[in-house]
């Protein structure tokens, strides 16, 4: 084979052939220099810029002015259109004509009006192909336009890529005219970064690699760069080698195309649009010239902004989903974050997706497909089952900071025992390149080797977009059977996890949460953003509600479903893994906010209305009607409240019912002033010292008379940290951060009275954190109510520092427990072992609580989701203060309210769940007739059944869906009552399918419903 004999010098042989293909040494006699052949300038460029992303049908129309290659334009954030018109030299017949463009910032190319090219030099995407081989028929004089937006792939950042945007970047074009490309030189040249690449990655121990490294220098010897007629030789080589094949045992790589787009991130909602539109042309070009080429894509958000702003691109990607070829993957209106939105909001992420998919490309999909998100709640194996999904892929916890997550692929066990198959792909990545590293690191990295023989490649690039490039597809298509390495096959998603699945008998069951053991300051970061989300949440199950009820009492009332898909679209949109998380560039949190309070969308061709015009107009002015209000002593009001309680109604209800209520006039509370200048306050439930600074001396829960902070301690502690991590800013807090504890000691206004007496007792104080930063709070006690209220505002202008409140209570257990998704569930107190302390910050919904046998003490808020409790102190995040991406997070004035509850007896028992649903779903009263009678829509006859959803069916006008879930963890027989009119009850999933077989059990009494621990029940009601 060697016509001389080769020295075994590996360093130089490899070297030698690294030159060869350089773009950087040598480019004037080796292979990589002859890529492309003639140029020709083109005929003119013109340009107009634009400071909105307008479509091409106006752009058109705008007057272009002369262009000059290297002419700068911008800012940031700006679009510049190029109007290109070329004419390709007579003498290039035959040959393959490229535009080379190379321009900073993101690329779209327009033909005949339509888009067909996506171009970025971040995403090895510089040339537009004109002609694959040029005919005397094809038109030789063309003239395109090119939208370049004034961002690169990963946004604008100045200095680093997550920095704050530079709002004053310019850019330029750096080349712009017409080439030949040399196909064969680009062929031989992937089989040359092939062989080198083998040579690298298997290194000096394997025989392969020694093979590759002779055979490729054989190549070197054989190719001369300025004769075509030698590539031949050398191609033989190459495919000698990359034939010789594997054993039948070998590891199979389904490779797929993936191009992960964010939503958003260093880039506004809008760009992603044009993301979409440039990455999604590409791959439909691709799969033009590559027939077994497949792309998995997720977000029906994203494909519906596609429908709406390149209908042609869409009704080309419909064809190829009916191919099996462009395939919708996840099921989720976004790719959501794992942790914070609330089981409803994760329950409509996949009915607004599912049912995308199936009414614009007739599929349902079976796999959860969410691979960039920081952690995965332990309730979304129950929820993914019951939204037809049984397979989940992702790969986030390759990020894990402390510990190595063990599995790649297994068994995923939900809170109430639902299991998914679960597939990390073991090269740690959806955004592979088609190299060798990629699929050595897919077998090496394979944690469960012997039990699962597949693994996924995604290749494409991603994040910002861009997605797999024809290079990416030659690679793999050259080792498809290459001994040494695994075997590559074009697959599908569903071919994946059928293959795992039919091998499953050996794999390994990972029970729990999948916590992320990094990011953990994501679960503060961008505080206002939170409080929408919870708010928003809260406030769009009210108006459900509200909604139902009034169809039920009035057959002309027309529930204002279109309005409430629009909110709940937008509110989910704000779920996304980098919005609700804070971890996106201010614009993001300007456009999220805007969302949250309800903006009119003027693009829409009805628009959207404020949440607070819809509240007005759905839950009081239509369910409720006001009247004058009379001149007696005692006035009516009808409250509104979606549970009932009989002991502190007037506060807001629990959870089992929905309900119209007359508040009765109920106990008084006592306020003193004691001789240090501390408040006493009592309810006859608790008995509290306030301290002039704010801080709890004593909270005594008076019954079981036990005190419940801890001795020589205060409550309600306000402490400062720096907050400095290694480099993620709006993500990351570190371990080390604990370190540099201060409490917050300066009082700017000590403790004092606002009101005593009858039902409400409040007192408050101010405290200064810097000479920047402030915070003012009022405590409340209300009469008959079992907790404390904190009504917090704080004046906020730090820099890096992380501000949290504690309570260290009178408790010892080596658990506490946090309500999470439809349930709770528990995370060690202690440090033993790495994975305990890797948990220094956690996540938790409404309510943390730490207790012992028959006392505990609850931590609830009203939109808060950081906590931690080590030992016997209880804390809850407050603020933070990083720079990056968004050098003005959290910069300003908050409110949020949080609450400390001590009980005796278990949480359960104490009704901790239901005490956190009245601080976040108050009532809603409306003075109204005295003569209004009270009635009741619907009551569960057990305490551990929360009512958590009414609202009209999908499907159905005159049918409702109700959602249950057993909130204690127990087994439980309950009854469902209503007074409504209920035809026939069904069980349906949670993508409304009601199952045939399945009726819902209906006595005189109500509807008897059996549940598991924390298990989620859906039943459609027709009317």
């Not at 293959?499 to 916590?515: H, I, N, V």
């Not at 009932?644 to 629990?654: E, F, S």
Request: glycine share 6%; with cysteine.
């Amino acid at each position: 084979m060697y016509r001389q004999p080769v020295l075994k010098n590996r360093r130089t042989l490899l070297e030698r052939a690294e030159k060869f293909i350089s773009d950087v040494y040598f480019t004037d006699c080796n292979l990589r220099g002859r890529l492309y052949g003639d140029s020709c300038p083109l005929e003119s460029l013109a340009s107009f810029l634009s400071s909105k992303r307008i479509p091409f049908t106006e752009a058109a129309k705008q007057n272009f002015a002369p262009h000059k290659v290297g002419d700068t334009f911008g800012p940031t954030w700006w679009t510049c259109w190029f109007k290109v018109s070329l004419k390709i030299p007579e003498s290039w017949r035959g040959k393959e004509v490229h535009l080379l463009w190379e321009s900073d910032g993101e690329a779209m190319v327009w033909r005949d009006g339509q888009p067909v090219q996506g171009l970025t030099k971040e995403g090895e995407k510089t040339s537009y192909i004109l002609s694959e081989c040029l005919k005397d028929e094809e038109p030789h004089s063309i003239t395109l336009y090119v939208e370049v937006a004034c961002n690169g792939l990963f946004g604008a950042g100045q200095g680093s890529m997550i920095a704050a945007p530079d709002p004053n970047r310019k850019f330029s074009v750096q080349k712009a005219q017409l080439v030949v490309f040399n196909r064969d030189v680009q062929e031989v040249l992937t089989d040359f970064e092939m062989l080198v690449d083998i040579v690298k990655e298997l290194g000096e121990g394997e025989q392969r690699g020694y093979q590759a490294l002779f055979t490729v220098n054989e190549m070197v010897n054989l190719c001369d760069p300025s004769d075509p007629r030698s590539f031949s030789k050398a191609r033989s080589l190459a495919h000698s080698f990359f034939s010789q094949r594997n054993g039948e045992s070998q590891h199979t790589a389904h490779a797929m195309g993936h191009c992960h787009i964010d939503s958003a991130w260093l880039w506004p909602y809008e760009e992603t649009i044009r993301k979409c539109g440039r990455s999604w042309v590409t791959v439909i070009r691709l799969m033009e010239k590559n027939p077994e080429f497949v792309f998995t894509c997720s977000q029906a958000q994203q494909f519906q902004w596609v429908q709406s702003w390149y209908p042609g691109l869409f009704s080309q990607i419909q064809d190829y989903v009916k191919k099996g070829r462009f395939i919708p993957v996840g099921g989720t209106w976004v790719e959501m974050d794992g942790n914070l939105p609330s089981g409803e909001s994760m329950v409509r992420q996949f009915l607004e997706g599912q049912r995308f998919f199936n009414h614009e490309f007739g599929i349902v999909c079976k796999e959860f497909w969410l691979p960039d998100t920081f952690g995965y709640s332990a309730q979304l194996p129950q929820i993914m089952q019951g939204s037809g999904v049984s397979n989940f892929l992702t790969q986030k916890l390759s990020w894990n900071l402390v510990n190595t997550f063990p599995h790649n692929t297994f068994f995923w066990e939900g809170l109430d025992g639902s299991k998914v198959l679960t597939h990390f792909p073991p090269g740690n990545s959806y955004e592979m390149k088609g190299k060798v590293e990629d699929l050595v690191k897919t077998v090496k990295n394979n944690k469960d080797k012997g039990r699962a023989n597949h693994s996924a490649v995604l290749f494409g690039f991603g994040d910002g977009g861009g997605g797999p490039t024809q290079l990416m597809l030659d690679r793999l298509e050259r080792v498809q059977d290459t001994d040494g390495l695994p075997k590559v096959q074009a697959s599908t998603p569903d071919k994946l996890f059928s293959q795992l699945r039919a091998d499953s008998a050996l794999l390994c069951t990972w029970t729990g949460e999948l916590f992320l053991e990094l990011h953990n300051g994501t679960y503060t970061t961008q505080a206002q953003i939170k409080r929408g989300n919870r708010r928003c949440e809260t406030l769009l199950h009210d108006i459900e509600i509200a909604g139902s009820l009034a169809l039920c009492r009035d057959g002309t009332f027309q529930y204002p479903a279109e309005q409430l898909q629009k909110l709940w679209r937008l509110l989910l949109l704000n779920q996304f893994h980098d919005v609700i998380p804070g971890s996106c560039i201010e614009m993001v949190v300007e456009d999220a906010l805007r969302y949250y309070e309800g903006t009119v969308i003027s693009s829409g061709p009805e628009g959207l209305y404020l949440f607070s015009q819809l509240r007005d107009l759905y839950l009081y002015g239509y369910l409720f009607q006001p009247c004058t209000p009379s001149n007696h002593s005692n006035h009516s009001f009808s409250v509104f409240t979606f549970q009932t309680t009989t002991a502190h109604v007037m506060l807001c209800g629990i959870i089992c019912s929905a309900a119209l209520v007359r508040v009765p006039s109920i106990g008084l509370l006592c306020v003193s002033f004691q001789a240090d200048g501390s408040v006493l306050m009592e309810n006859g439930i608790l008995k509290m010292v306030i301290n002039k600074d704010g801080t709890l001396a004593s909270l005594h829960l008076i019954n079981a008379n036990r005190e419940a902070i801890s001795n020589g301690c205060h409550g309600n502690q306000f402490v400062m940290f720096d907050d400095v991590p290694l480099y993620w800013d709006a993500w990351d807090v570190m371990d080390y951060h604990l370190q540099t504890r201060k409490p917050v000691l300066e009082v700017v206004q000590p403790i004092h009275v606002v009101s005593s007496g009858g039902l409400r007792s409040s007192v408050s104080f101010t405290l200064r954190i810097s000479d920047k930063s402030t915070i003012k709070q009022e405590i409340v006690m209300d009469a008959m109510c079992p907790y404390i209220k904190f009504n917090t505002e704080v004046q906020w202008a730090e820099s890096h520092k992380f501000l949290k409140v504690e309570f260290p209570v009178r408790v010892r257990s080596p658990n506490a427990t946090y309500e999470i998704q439809f349930g709770h569930l528990q995370r060690p107190t202690h440090r033993n072992t790495s994975w305990d302390w890797a948990r220094f910050e956690v996540w938790g919904h409404k309510w943390a609580d730490l207790s012992e046998h028959n006392f505990g003490v609850a931590l609830l808020n009203d939109c808060k989701y950081g906590y931690s409790v080590h030992e016997n102190t209880m804390t809850l995040s407050l603020l933070r203060a990083p720079k990056a991406p968004d050098a003005n997070a959290d910069m300003g004035t908050h409110h949020f309210t949080y609450a400390i509850m001590p009980h005796a007896g278990s949480f359960q028992e104490a009704s901790v769940i239901q005490s956190a649903y009245n601080l976040n779903f108050p009532l809603r009263s409306i003075q109204c007739s005295p003569n209004t009678i009270p009635w009741s829509a619907f009551s569960v006859s057990s305490a551990a059944i929360i009512l958590e959803t009414i609202k009209q069916a999908e499907d159905r006008k005159r049918a409702l869906v109700l959602r249950l879930y057993e909130s204690h963890g127990s087994s439980v027989t309950t009854t469902l009552c209503t007074t409504l009119p209920v035809r026939e009850a069904w069980h349906c999933d949670l993508l409304e399918r009601h199952d045939p077989t399945q009726p819902a059990h209906m006595t005189s009494e109500g509807i008897t419903l059996t549940f598991s621990p924390f298990q989620i029940v859906s039943l459609l009601l027709i009317l």
